[in-house]
Nanobody, 112 residues
């Protein structure tokens, strides 16, 4: 059974930083591309960033490019999202995904 557990969310002031983690299990992590998506209150799910299986190719949504950085540690079966220069519009529940699987999310609230 695929399990994806995101963590690291919280309340942060505008301009602050957070690092999200996603612990993966139930599949061979190093064989799969991974993504981060988010869902703001009352809005549709938005794709945020993706990384290939080897970790050497990344992509970002225009709204986060230059502020967020995705990475992975295949030895630890863990996906990361470093978020800098956070804005109120980044407030959302963040999820990691593998293929069509989406785990439990972590809430990020950006507010003063």
């Amino acid at each position: 059974e695929v399990q994806l557990q995101a963590s690291g969310g919280g309340l942060v002031q505008p301009g602050g930083s957070l690092r999200l983690s996603c612990a993966a299990s139930g599949f061979t992590f190093s064989n799969y591309a991974m993504t981060w998506v988010r869902q703001a209150p009352g809005k549709d799910i938005e794709w945020v960033s993706g990384i290939n299986d080897g970790g050497d190719r990344t992509r970002y949504a225009a709204s986060v490019k230059g502020r967020f950085s995705i990475s992975r540690d295949n030895a630890k079966n863990t996906l990361y999202l470093q978020m800098n220069s956070l804005r109120p519009e980044d407030t959302a529940v963040y999820y990691c995904t593998q293929s069509r699987n989406r785990g439990q999310g972590t809430l990020v609230t950006v507010s003063s």
